[in-house]
């Protein structure tokens, strides 16, 4: 139905910046709510940042202030743009998008993941 391929993770020093994008295809998610989620080793998979259809975000008090979550509906495309990163934000980033179905029915669809790294 949809299809979610992550890109821009990689090593990155202390206090440095990346940008992650998550490319949708096969079907427009300018409707959906979209999230970036995060998971370390020994730990559960967790919310980063959220974005609903009108461009309110929401983020997890840990990446508040340095993590900022858009979106770019002409290009069926959601950015989490990663600043002052720390050691404690490595970890595999994915992309989730909610899609609302027949009787009240959700489905969540998830990229593959890509690979954060904050290390000196």
């Known amino acids: 139905q949809v299809q979610l391929v992550e890109s821009g993770g990689g090593l990155v020093q202390p206090g440095g910046s990346l940008r992650l994008s998550c490319a949708a295809s096969?079907?427009?998610?300018?409707?959906?709510?979209m999230g970036w989620y995060r998971q370390a080793p020994g730990k559960e998979r967790d919310l980063v940042a959220g974005?609903?259809?009108?461009?309110?975000?929401n983020y997890a008090a840990s990446v508040k202030g340095r993590f900022t979550i858009s979106r770019d509906n002409a290009k069926n495309t959601v950015y989490l743009q990663m600043n002052s990163l720390k050691p404690e934000d490595t970890a595999v980033y994915y992309c989730?998008?909610?899609?609302?179905?027949?009787?009240?029915?959700?489905?969540?669809?998830w990229g593959q993941g890509t690979q954060v790294t904050v290390s000196s």
């Open positions: 989730n998008v909610v899609i609302q179905g027949a009787a009240g029915l959700r489905y969540d669809y």
């Open positions: 096969g079907r427009s998610i300018s409707i959906n709510p």
């Open positions: 974005i609903g259809s009108g461009g309110n975000t």
